[in-house]
């Protein structure tokens, strides 16, 4: 129980959820700049995903990522389906980026999408949490 320090709670549970989400850009086309994954940019993705998040009473633990990926760290409470919330980070995400930063879309947004229509979803209950923090903090940004 010892790792379980921020248990949330609903009306009728307590819960530590997390789940490991990695996003790849469509046709893996190197979209982030430096300038859109660091942190003063008021318009980088994370901010966009932290929005997203607040819908869902997600809590973003971690965001980081290189020139055409990203991966998140997300504490969900169990009646919020993964799939929905993705499609949202996903979808929300990818419009707003198009916005925000219209210089890339006639290069890279072809098909009006940002992210590939795949992702990864990974469990975070039997690695500690300190060890998917750190390899997400390892990512290296683009220069």
């Known amino acids: 129980m010892a790792d379980y320090q921020n248990i949330r709670t609903g009306r009728h549970c307590a819960f530590v959820l997390h789940a ?6 469509k046709y893996r086309h190197k979209v982030f700049a430096d300038r859109r994954l660091t942190r003063p940019d008021p318009t980088r993705p994370e901010e966009i ?7 869902f009473e997600v809590e973003l633990v971690e965001f980081d990522g ?12 169990p009646r919020v389906a993964l799939s929905r919330l993705v499609n949202s980070l996903k979808g929300v995400s990818s419009r707003r980026m198009r ?18 229509g795949s992702y990864f979803a990974g469990s975070v209950g039997g690695a ?8 997400i903090e390892q990512q290296i940004r683009p220069a």
Do not use: G, K
């Open 66 to 77: 290189e020139i055409n990926h990203v991966h998140l760290l997300v504490d969900f409470p």
């Open 20 to 25: 490991h989400l990695a996003f790849v850009t």
């Open 49 to 55: 995903m932290r929005s997203v998040r607040q819908d």
């Open 99 to 116: 916005q925000e930063y219209p210089e890339p879309v006639r290069h890279y947004w072809r098909a009006q999408r940002l992210w590939s």
């Open 128 to 135: 500690p949490l300190s060890t998917v923090r750190q390899y």
